[in-house]
């Protein structure tokens, strides 16, 4: 992997929350959406969620200011998961084609559909698990180009002996926009272990273009988390440690990383219960830097890159609320605030709409 240069975030004290209304705006979706994700494509907006055992899509054609009315994505008898961290991913092609993976009940498969640009609805699903395997866990898609990856946590195969309660990491590619997709088969890296077995994934794209999947790891029951960066054509992947606090954990936190896909490549992620944010710069990525003293506790991280520099920050507090701050392009606090409660457990998810503002949706 190329070598990255080190941008550290710098959290201060938070300024008078007076200020969010000029920054950060909420998008509360249907009442009992469960595990919302979002793709954007210049002034298309794409969200996928799941409700009722189904999976719904709702597209913004304006930044994301309004939203067309939800469709199912998910056939009717269909059943699908979502629930926690699992839910609905989706990601948006080079020539506007969308491309969305979801579990259906006991993970028992890698559902993918597509809708093409100008088409009216979505393709009828397809499994990408194949034959011989058993579940897919952490299930998410990227896009590039013409290239699509799904990944997941996969048990066919013996599972690294150096991690405990890990699995491998698997995908299925496609090179064509997602018309055919290879067979499944473990990702080849250079990462000596397995991933964390029930932390979702997070998959995205580098300032080149490139694939990335953000993983927990497992190996000797340390859960730091790494990025993997694919080639151009996401075939072979390269190991690039997010977190090294050597947290040793005989279990799995289920709380996996999220990607703010562009450059400087920035992860939100959890160590021990605590929220942080790592950058990427030539040496790496360097220490992760926290909320202010009192607000590092939490779950469900999100990162959102926007305009001029800044950087939202949000994650899930001990009270349920998704909490925030917005760091400027030197890295202080320019403004924080509180979102509200999340219905349940779910994930929160956002996104930088036309008018350059941050919109947290849950």
Known sequence: MRSIALTVLVSLAAVPAALADDVVRVHRLPDGAKGPAVAVRGESVHLAWGQRDAIFHAESTDGGRTFGAPARVSAEGEQALAAMERGPRLA???????HIVWSPPRLRGARYASRAPGAATFSASRDLLGQGGKDAEGLTIAASGDVVLAVWLDNRGPAPANSPIGLPLWGSRSTDGGKTFS???????????????????????DGEGRIVVAFRGARENVRDVFLLRGDAEARRFRVAPVTRENWEFRGCPMDGPRVASGEPLVVACTVDGRVGLAAAGRQGFGPQARPAEGGDRGRFPLALRGTNGRLLFAWVGGDNHVHWQVHGDKGAVVASGDAGAVAGETRPTGFVDGAGMFVVVQ
Request: net charge negative; glycine share 20%; aromatic share 4%.
């Open 183 to 205: 067979a499944p088969a473990a990702l080849a890296h250079d990462y000596d272990g397995g991933a964390c077995a029930c932390c979702h994934l997070d998959a995205g794209v």
């Open 92 to 98: 948006v092609g080079g020539d506007g084609t969308v």
